[in-house]
């Protein structure tokens, strides 16, 4: 079943705007995990957040975590042209082996 | 070089044959998985081998075999294809079994059915 939702399916924003994408999940984590795939590309670990933390940060990249509502969000400042990809989130679950389960992504146009 | 490399990256096929993807990384990690990513760009993992010893299984059907000669290889069988097999299929490593990090993945191969 899948574990991760994402919201909104689509993102399309200007060149300088901020990009915000959420994550939602059923079962209690070890830790979520956003990656990015380009077009034709494969996935790109961007960022992780352990369940005892709220926010991280990593270059223009926020994520924050809320385990009390099951969700996460991830904020890019100042988007470029290059940020165009879907984003996704994965969970990991404390019994699973470090299975990672994936939501189906957010797809974000940024535009020059 | 290339941490995780698949091939084919493309496979045109028709039903019923049998087809293989090779999955090799240069990592020294330990742990290996296969995940496919269907047409609404969901993925769901199939299988994951930690040092040649399948250790995830996800109820996929038994025409696909997974195989790993060794803990930087781990190839993927396909029998008797169906048109609900194409899909992008996504190798991807990790250092360690039961770890909880990041997942190292290839550029996919995509598998078309017709």
């Known amino acids: 079943s899948q574990q991760g939702e994402e919201d909104p399916q689509a993102l399309s924003i200007q060149e300088g705007e901020n990009a915000t994408m959420n994550c939602s999940y059923k079962?209690?984590?070890?830790?979520l995990q956003w990656y990015r795939q380009n077009s034709g590309r494969g996935l790109v670990h961007l960022i992780l957040?352990?369940?005892?933390?709220r926010e991280k940060h990593s270059g223009r990249l926020r994520v924050t975590l809320d385990t009390s509502k099951k969700s996460s969000s991830l904020l890019i400042t100042a988007s470029r042209a290059a940020d165009t990809a879907s984003y996704f989130c994965?969970?990991?679950?404390?019994?699973?082996?470090?299975?990672?389960?994936f939501g189906a992504g957010t797809q974000v146009v940024v535009t020059p | 070089d290339t941490a995780v490399s698949q091939t084919p990256k493309y496979l045109v096929t028709q039903m019923g044959n049998d087809k293989s993807i090779k999955c090799e990384q240069n990592?020294?990690?330990?742990?290996m998985y296969w995940y496919k990513q269907d047409s609404k760009k969901f993925l769901k993992i199939m299988f994951s081998?930690?040092?040649?010893?399948?250790?995830i299984n996800e109820t996929v059907p038994n025409r696909f075999s997974p195989k790993s000669p060794d803990k930087a290889h781990l190839n993927l069988h396909i029998n008797s294809l169906e048109l609900g097999d194409s899909a992008v299929y996504f190798c991807?490593?990790?250092?360690?079994?039961?770890?909880?990090?990041?997942?190292?993945f290839g550029e996919g191969s995509r598998l078309t059915v017709l």
């Open positions: 957040i352990r369940s005892n933390e």
């Open positions: 991807a490593s990790r250092k360690i079994a039961g770890e909880t990090g990041e997942l190292f």
């Open positions: 990592l020294g990690h330990d742990t």
């Open positions: 081998y930690n040092n040649k010893e399948l250790i």
């Open positions: 994965a969970t990991v679950t404390t019994d699973s082996w470090g299975k990672l389960q």
């Open positions: 079962t209690s984590i070890n830790n």
